[in-house]
């Protein structure tokens, strides 16, 4: 079952990067006000390159880590726009991916790791980072150095941990 759920996921993902990029965002929900701390394009052709959401914009300046407060109603076709805005490429497939997932996949010291790596809003470094990356740095340093369960992806797919948004 677990590798039916992979193979439509990757069949999916490949058919979505056909038509465009996908999108791949870092939602915390556990903040008060939830937020898109990291985001990536994806595409067979560029792989992974890494989206800033404090400096993703739309015309109107609302920032793509502010899309929960600024669009409520809409906020991944609020992505989209600022994508297509900001970067001229328009994604027709969000995937959102909260701590618990990335915690489940990367292991538990994910979120703490790239906060270490990139020395967030002060957060001291540890064993595996002294702080003072780039988000993106950090975040593909701690992705590189947590081995990845490649179970857990399904898994955290039917919890509703990682979500698919056509857009």
Do not use: C
Request: glycine content about 10%; aromatic content about 10%; charged content about 15%.
């Amino acid at each position: 079952m677990i590798l039916t759920i992979i193979g439509v996921l990757i069949i999916g993902f490949l058919l979505f990067t056909m038509a465009s990029p996908i999108l791949i965002i870092a939602e915390d929900t556990d903040e008060g006000d939830p937020g898109i701390d990291m985001a990536a394009k994806f595409s067979l052709a560029g792989g992974f390159d890494w989206v800033y959401p404090g400096s993703s914009f739309n015309a109107e300046g609302q920032t793509l880590h502010n899309i929960h407060l600024d669009s409520p109603d809409d906020p991944y076709g609020a992505a989209r726009d600022i994508m297509t805005y900001s970067y001229q490429f328009t994604p027709h497939l969000i995937v959102s991916i909260n701590n618990a997932a990335a915690e489940s996949i990367f292991g538990s010291t994910i979120v703490d790791d790239i906060r270490a790596n990139d020395g967030y809003y002060g957060y001291p470094g540890n064993e595996n980072a002294q702080g003072g990356m780039s988000r993106g740095d950090a975040v593909g340093t701690a992705m590189a150095n947590n081995k990845m369960n490649i179970a857990e992806i399904p898994l955290q797919f039917l919890m509703g941990n990682i979500k698919f948004h056509i857009v």
